[in-house]
């Protein structure tokens, strides 16, 4: 009986799948109903990550997913911006993984401050992806630590006005000419053209909120604690319509991750541009 293909060796081969010919050739074949399984038997974890990370692997060479972990009643911290931990061990690990299957990870100047994030690959296997710091007016500590640690490259993205930048060892600096090149279209297009296609927007919910709003998402991955925090910083916030049967409903799945639960919402084809905000639509 041939060995069952278990978690670790099935999110090797996952990872460095961008095709539908890797697929194959990693031993991926085709399960009846358009998708694809391992072809060789798996224990149950192993088609798990398939589930849930192949879609995302496939989506080609410039896709664009965000990813939130919120209490029940909508917010990403308390009050005083405590974040330790909303979500549990398992969703960490979906992050990390997130970040595995990424090129860049980006976070907003409010986070990077409030959280001074590592933004590295720790909870699987995989490869930092560059760390793209967003920070129009340069207010990012240079003593942050994707600024100093040296863990992975990061780019520190500033507008024309910031301070004079120092960011310190493995930092690059980029500056755009003005508030309108920080728009999610031309913010995403520099970083193509950087090599930098597929992107994680990792927060805050400012910042996931206006790469939602203004249709720059492919994938949007949304776990929900079963905690009630009653106040606190909000996660998705955006213009709404005054009509609930106008209200965004993309399709979705859901998944269990330990007491959490997983939403993934497909909000764009693979490989579409980024388009018009929803209230130009």
């Known amino acids: 009986m041939p060995e069952l293909l278990d978690a670790s060796a099935a999110w090797d081969l996952l990872r460095r799948i961008r095709t539908t010919d890797g697929a194959l050739a990693a031993g991926m074949v085709p399960d009846g109903d358009g998708?694809?399984?391992w072809g060789r038997p798996a224990t149950p974890e192993a088609a798990e990550l398939a589930d849930r990370y192949l879609p995302l692997c496939l989506a080609g060479p410039e896709v664009t997913f965000a990813q939130l972990g919120q209490s029940l009643d909508g917010f990403i911290a308390t009050r005083t911006g405590d974040a330790d931990f909303v979500t549990g061990a398992e969703d960490r690990c979906h992050l990390h993984r997130l970040r595995a299957l990424s090129d860049a990870v980006l976070v907003g100047a409010g986070t990077a401050v409030s959280d001074d994030p590592r933004l590295t690959v720790r909870a699987?296997?995989?490869d930092n992806p560059v760390r793209v710091v967003l920070d129009p007016h340069g207010r990012v500590p240079r003593s942050s630590g994707v600024f100093t640690d040296g863990a992975a490259p990061t780019l520190w993205v500033v507008g024309p006005d910031a301070a004079p930048p120092d960011p310190g060892a493995g930092a690059e600096v980029l500056v755009l000419p003005d508030a309108a090149a920080f728009a999610p279209e031309r913010l995403l297009a520099a970083l193509a053209r950087r090599g930098l296609g597929r992107v994680l927007i990792e927060g805050g919910g400012v910042t996931v909120s206006r790469f939602l709003h203004e249709q720059a998402l492919h994938r949007l991955y949304v776990t929900v604690a079963p905690v009630l925090l009653g106040d606190g910083i909000p996660g998705l916030r955006f213009p709404g319509t005054p009509v609930m049967r106008e209200a965004l409903r993309p399709p979705l799945r859901r998944a269990?991750?330990?007491e959490d639960t997983l939403f993934e919402?497909?909000?764009?084809?693979?490989?579409e541009p980024a388009g018009r905000p929803a209230d130009t639509a």
């Not at 919402?265 to 490989?271: S, V």
């Open 124 to 126: 699987c296997a995989g």
């Open 35 to 37: 998708g694809l399984r």
């Open 256 to 258: 269990l991750l330990g």
């Open 265 to 271: 919402f497909a909000l764009r084809p693979a490989g």
